[in-house]
């Protein structure tokens, strides 16, 4: 459990997708962070190749990375590439639980939006 929440917090998380997605991110930094997507998410692919959840049942670590894949496509990141995580990721996003988190995370985020505008 920990080293996943470790590779998704920092890996992931931080080293491909804040600056991806980071506003005023320098172009070089971007670069940097688009070259390690291949190697982490072929190991990604590896893992869940045949598997359901990262560990033997649902786990925070599976609730964590379903939502940082969840900003793969507003990265330009295309989990079609890796099969098993796009399969991963649509499954663990039709949980119901996982399914009412992210509807009311949108709902919230949306209600952000429109007090900025």
């Given at each position: 459990?920990?080293?996943?929440?470790?590779?998704?917090?920092?890996?992931?998380?931080?080293?491909?997708?804040?600056?991806?997605?980071?506003?005023?991110?320098?172009?070089?930094?971007?670069?940097?962070?688009?070259?390690?997507?291949?190697?982490?998410?072929?190991?990604?692919?590896?893992h869940?190749?045949?598997?359901?959840?990262?560990?033997?049942?649902?786990?925070?670590?599976?609730?964590?990375?379903?939502?940082?894949?969840?900003?793969?496509?507003?990265?330009?990141?295309?989990?079609?590439?890796?099969?098993?995580?796009a399969?991963y990721?649509?499954?663990?996003?039709?949980?119901?639980?996982?399914?009412?988190?992210?509807?009311?995370?949108?709902?919230?985020?949306?209600?952000?939006?429109?007090?900025?505008?």
């Amino acid at each position: 459990m920990q080293q996943w929440l470790g590779f998704i917090g920092t890996e992931l998380h931080k080293g491909v997708f804040v600056p991806l997605l980071g506003q005023g991110v320098d172009e070089a930094v971007k670069r940097y962070a688009r070259d390690k997507v291949d190697k982490r998410f072929a190991l990604l692919e590896a893992h869940l190749a045949g598997r359901a959840y990262l560990l033997d049942a649902f786990s925070v670590a599976d609730a964590y990375l379903v939502t940082v894949l969840n900003w793969a496509p507003y990265a330009g990141i295309d989990l079609a590439r890796w099969p098993a995580v796009a399969d991963y990721a649509r499954r663990l996003r039709e949980r119901p639980a996982v399914a009412r988190a992210m509807a009311e995370e949108l709902e919230l985020f949306r209600r952000e939006r429109e007090k900025q505008q």
